[in-house]
């Protein structure tokens, strides 16, 4: 059983959320918010954390029952790539973090 460190998270600020566009492998567009990003130094890797925008979600919804999408990505602004996650390792790390995100909201 590996241990991992907590990684500080980098929330969007601001009063509007970050969003991102991520096409999917037919090329339609999907708008996603941001909910945080986290880079690990040990790796030198960054990851970015999303759920899809919903039109109008019933606020009583439960929100153990939000999607959650990860992705490593590189670069910064317009230059922003995203790659899917391939190793159990990172998905550990994801986890992990995402476990961390939803305990501090």
Do not use: C
């Not at 708008?31 to 890797?45: A, I, Q, R, S």
């Not at 153990?64 to 670069?75: K, S, T």
């Amino acid at each position: 059983m590996s241990e991992h460190n907590h990684y500080p998270l980098i929330q969007p600020s601001g009063e509007e959320e970050d969003r991102i566009v991520i096409p999917d492998e037919n090329g339609d567009e999907s708008l996603f918010d941001v909910l945080f990003y986290f880079d690990v130094p040990e790796t030198d890797k960054s990851y970015v954390v999303v759920t899809p925008v919903e039109e109008q979600h019933d606020e009583s919804e439960d929100e153990e029952d939000q999607e959650v999408f990860a992705f490593r990505y590189e670069g910064e602004d317009d230059a922003f790539k995203l790659f899917p996650i391939e190793t159990d390792e990172e998905w550990d790390i994801v986890e992990e973090m995402i476990n961390t995100f939803s305990e501090e909201e």
